[in-house]
């Protein structure tokens, strides 16, 4: 079935670059997500690209694809404390109105 | 972006009452809207899938006579949670999909809604 496997903690020092790492396995997704979840709130959608896309560049984010290797990464740049929260990791097979798998999430802690 | 609200935030209730959260894209019709539950330290689980006008669709295992549904309009769904039991305790979080004024790629998430039963 599909399985999306992510890290589930990640420490790392304020100013600091930090690399969330995630592994799916159903070649026919199409779509991939980032998502951000603070303490007791829903899911903010950070970023996410297409299959046929090696990388995509949003301000402080970077999210590289390989697609051979069905790995996904997102890197912080300049990583904040505001950053502090769970990431999750999606795919789906088609736009938003298809079904996300969602992996179980990775707390980046980030310390001053 | 696209906003969507739910409400209540928070509740608190008495084991076998009904609870109903409302999830409402404020800024866009949505055509399309999930509900997903969301266990303590983990990851989401996709409860079903509601479309404005047409049934839910459930997910295996989830029980449609408990886990009301309405998408009534473009803009609102409700869950109702019936005969609440502590083992529904949980947070629910509803999506929205961007139909006219929309972004269609992604979905869009509410802030969730704490259910305590006691």
């Known amino acids: 079935g599909e399985d999306v496997e992510q890290s589930l903690f990640l420490s790392v020092r304020e100013g600091d670059s930090s690399v969330i790492n995630c592994t799916y396995t159903?070649?026919?997704?199409?779509?991939l997500y980032w998502y951000k979840q603070e303490p007791g709130a829903g899911l903010q959608l950070l970023t996410y690209i297409f299959s046929n896309m090696d990388m995509k560049q949003d301000q402080r984010l970077t999210v590289l694809l390989n697609k051979k290797d069905k790995h996904l990464s997102l890197r912080i740049a300049d990583t904040q404390t505001g950053d502090s929260a769970i990431y999750f990791c999606a795919e789906s097979k088609g736009k938003g109105y298809s079904t996300l798998t969602f992996g179980k999430g990775t707390m980046l802690l980030v310390s001053p | 972006g696209a906003v969507v609200s739910q409400h209540p935030s928070r509740v608190i209730c008495k084991s076998g009452t009904s609870v109903k959260i409302e999830c409402r894209s404020l800024?866009?019709?949505?055509?399309?809207m999930f509900w997903y539950r969301q266990f303590p330290k983990q990851s989401l689980m996709l409860m079903a899938t509601?479309?404005?006008?047409?049934?839910?669709?459930?997910e295996q295992g989830v029980e449609k006579d408990k886990f009301l549904i309405n998408h009534a309009s473009l803009t609102l769904s409700t869950l109702t949670v019936t005969s609440a039991h502590p083992e529904d305790s949980s947070f629910y979080i509803c999506s929205s999909v961007g139909g006219s004024g929309g972004d269609t790629d992604t979905q869009y998430f509410g802030p969730g809604t704490r259910l305590t039963v006691l």
């Open positions: 159903d070649s026919s997704s199409t779509y």
């Open positions: 800024d866009f019709q949505a055509t399309t």
């Open positions: 509601s479309n404005e006008g047409s049934k839910a669709t459930y």
